[in-house]
């Protein structure tokens, strides 16, 4: 039965719910009264349940679906301004003991090449991950419990924190690995990560079981209560995301809701950010064999609902997708992006030969750091490489609570211009950094309170003319 507080995935990822959520939408996606109430609520910036954003989704109205386009455009602009966090991925290891049909690590792939980085070679991949202008790293690994273990990952972090290259330190890492027990997220939460990120890959059970055939991701509960044992070990930003193309997205996109309304229901925090990839070709995975791809106006569409209704919610777009459709996703809800990634173990420090790839996708956006930041500039996007709510201990509900009251606007502006301020400084290019010197000049005017401008441009000042790093507020 569903139920929103129970500790059990199959009640608070119900599958009736689902499928009445869905004949819901169905029934009302024409039904212009209810949809115009439920953009009304929506405009409240309150969010919406998951049957209220179903309808939405479902709505064929051409002229209502532009007003959800407006709304979601309107929200991203009063939650997250014209900023754009940056990250990057860094794979450690693509052993893995699963046998998910649609990622190349699959245990029985036995051509593609197995790598697992060491100390060293991390340190070697984080300075030059450094050297490109990044602060916030994604790690990601595949799951085998001999290789791949707690004690591995725990020392990896600990060296990618410890790092202090020329100017440069990454100052989030955020960790996308294996659900694992209460014990080893409190350990994982010990070790300083950020955010901790599990893609469902789908909600639907019975799909489930068939796309993870082996290995113990195969335990649909296990991996879907995950989040409520990393919120019981102590993380409390935890990064939900589905691989679209797996089952019907109206599906997932129930699904992906619930999830979120249950962590808020269980723990009082939602989830800390969601992920948007869609399933792409790799080694020996060909995504035409999978039924249910979506095309651009459907995917642009699902990040519109999902930014209306959570709107507290950051929303993540990888270089899955490509420079046109990630433009569109950006107006839409994106509030981070990777650049210049790489999605093979190493690869940042020396770029791996094709024949030897270990990439987990094809990357569809190739940009460097540089013109991914300059081609944000041009649009008038601030790239900001801040991680001041994690250093500050602003996590979890108390993060949640000053982005509900759109406090988080005070700190995450000045910060953008200040970190921006830092990559122009030590990384760009002489055409990007003169954009972004400019972009610097008109926004720093926008920070609304004059004592805080005052700081924010005397700080600039010491980034450039004293070498100073590390403001924030
Ligand atoms: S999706 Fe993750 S668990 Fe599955 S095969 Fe790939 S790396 Fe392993
Ligand atoms: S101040 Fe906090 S919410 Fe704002 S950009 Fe920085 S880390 Fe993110």
Known sequence: MYDVNSKCADDFINHEE??????????????????????EKAKKRKGLTHREASVLLACPIEEKNQEIYKLAEQIKKDFYGNRIVMFAPLYLSNYCINGCTYCPYHAKNKHIPRKQLSQDEIRREVIALQDMGHKRLALEAGEDPVRNTMDYYLESIQTIYSIKHKNGAIRRVNINIAATTVDNYRLLKEAGIGTYILFQETYHKESYLELHPTGPKHDYN???????????????????????????????????????E????????????????????????????FDNGIDD????????????????????????????????????????????????????????????????????????????????MQMDYIPSFCTACYREGRTGDRFMSLCKSGQIQ????????????????????????????????????????????????????????????????
Request: charged content about 30%.
């Open 222 to 260: 296990y991996h879907t209560e995950a989040m409520d044992r990393a919120m019981e070990g102590g993380i409390d930003d935890v990064g939900l995301g589905v691989l679209f193309g797996l089952d019907k997205y109206r599906y997932e996109f129930a699904g992906l809701l619930m999830h979120a």
């Open 18 to 39: 689902i499928l009445e959520t869905l004949a819901y939408a169905d029934e009302n996606k024409e039904n212009a009264e209810l949809i115009d109430s439920i953009i």
């Open 262 to 289: 249950h962590l808020e229901a269980a723990f009082g925090v939602g989830p800390h950010t969601i992920s948007v990839p869609r399933l792409k070709h790799a080694d020996d995975i060909n995504p035409e064999e």
């Open 297 to 376: 106006e459907t995917f642009l569409k699902i990040i519109a609902c999902i930014r209306i209704a959570v709107p507290y919610t950051g929303m993540i777009i990888s270089t899955r997708e490509n420079k046109s459709c990630r433009e569109r996703a950006l107006h839409l809800g994106i509030s981070q992006i990777s650049g210049g990634s790489r999605t093979s173990v190493g690869g940042y420090y020396e770029p791996e030969p094709e024949e030897e790839s270990s990439e987990q996708f094809d990357v569809s956006d190739n940009r460097t750091l540089d013109e991914v930041v300059r081609w944000l």
């Open 410 to 473: 005070n700190c995450c502006h000045p910060n953008a211009l200040m970190t921006l301020k830092e990559y122009l400084m030590d990384y760009a290019s002489p055409e990007t950094k003169a954009i972004g010197d400019k972009l610097i000049d008109k926004e720093v005017l926008n920070v609304p309170n004059e004592k805080v401008r005052k700081v924010v441009l005397e700080n600039l000042r010491l980034i450039e003319q004293d070498n100073r790093r590390d403001f924030r507020f």
